[in-house]
């Protein structure tokens, strides 16, 4: 349990599409943050801010400013209005809680979570074990439909340059393309660049590189295999 006269830090976040919406702007956010910080006895040093931002994901500024800043403040909670504010991925809150927050712990307004008690952790741990289940269920169903489509046949993994994936989920030939790698062999050896072949066929000097140094029939045959 977190004590009185321990340092918190805030987070407050708006979508585009909530900030006109009553009771999530950022302003109420943060009145009802602070008045929890008094009535708990915490002392709240600062309250970082994401406008316009979805929680799908932890790639926005005020979260990361904030991670960065717990290695340093000697921060005790990080408070939020409800969970959706901080994210909306049971995956990125385990990371966050786990990992990132650096033993720091979360406390949510609504109640939902104080991951500095028992009953808390407990919660996060049962949410780390449905982001784990949800992980392997998704690794477990993209490995069956990888499975089901080499069956029958079809090309699974990147699409080499010179070929295009059919309708019947195969690959064929693309002759434009197959006309260039003829032609940028051609000019490889006589002595043409990389980076002059990416100019001049309109590729990656990597994809330049690749196809002069590959044999067109080992790549056929690969393909039929």
């Known amino acids: 349990m977190i004590e009185e006269g321990t340092r918190a830090v805030g987070y407050i976040r708006v979508s585009t599409r909530e900030q006109a919406q009553e009771g999530v702007s950022l302003?109420?956010?943060?009145?009802?943050?602070?008045?929890?910080?008094?009535?708990?006895g915490w002392d709240l040093i600062r309250v970082y801010r994401d406008e316009g931002k979805s929680g799908k994901s932890l790639d926005r500024p005020g979260v990361q400013a904030m991670i960065r800043d717990l290695k340093d403040d000697g921060v005790d909670v990080v408070v939020i209005l409800k969970l959706d504010r901080l994210t909306r991925s049971v995956r990125d809150l385990g990371a966050?809680?786990?990992?990132?927050?650096?033993g720091v712990a979360l406390a949510a307004v609504d109640g939902s979570l104080d991951?500095?008690?028992?009953?808390?952790?407990?919660?996060?741990?049962?949410?780390?074990?449905?982001?784990?289940?949800?992980?392997?269920?998704?690794?477990e169903r993209t490995k069956d439909a990888l499975t089901f489509k080499?069956?029958?046949?079809e090309w699974v993994g990147r699409i080499p340059f010179g070929f295009n994936v059919g309708e019947d989920g195969r690959l064929t030939e693309d002759p434009t393309a197959m006309?260039?790698?003829?032609?940028?062999?051609?000019?490889?050896?006589?002595?043409?660049?990389?980076?002059?072949?990416?100019?001049?066929?309109?590729?990656?000097?990597?994809?330049?590189?690749?196809?002069?140094k590959t044999d067109l029939r080992v790549?056929?045959?690969e393909v039929k295999a």
């Open 179 to 212: 006309r260039a790698i003829v032609a940028m062999k051609r000019a490889r050896r006589r002595g043409a660049s990389f980076p002059e072949l990416a100019r001049r066929f309109g590729v990656s000097v990597g994809t330049a590189f690749k196809v002069t």
């Open 115 to 139: 991951s500095s008690t028992a009953g808390g952790r407990m919660v996060v741990n049962l949410l780390g074990t449905v982001a784990q289940w949800e992980r392997e269920v998704i690794a």
């Open 96 to 102: 966050l809680i786990e990992d990132l927050f650096g």
């Open 27 to 40: 302003a109420a956010q943060e009145e009802r943050i602070r008045a929890f910080c008094t009535a708990k």
């Open 219 to 221: 790549l056929r045959r």
């Open 150 to 153: 080499r069956g029958k046949g």
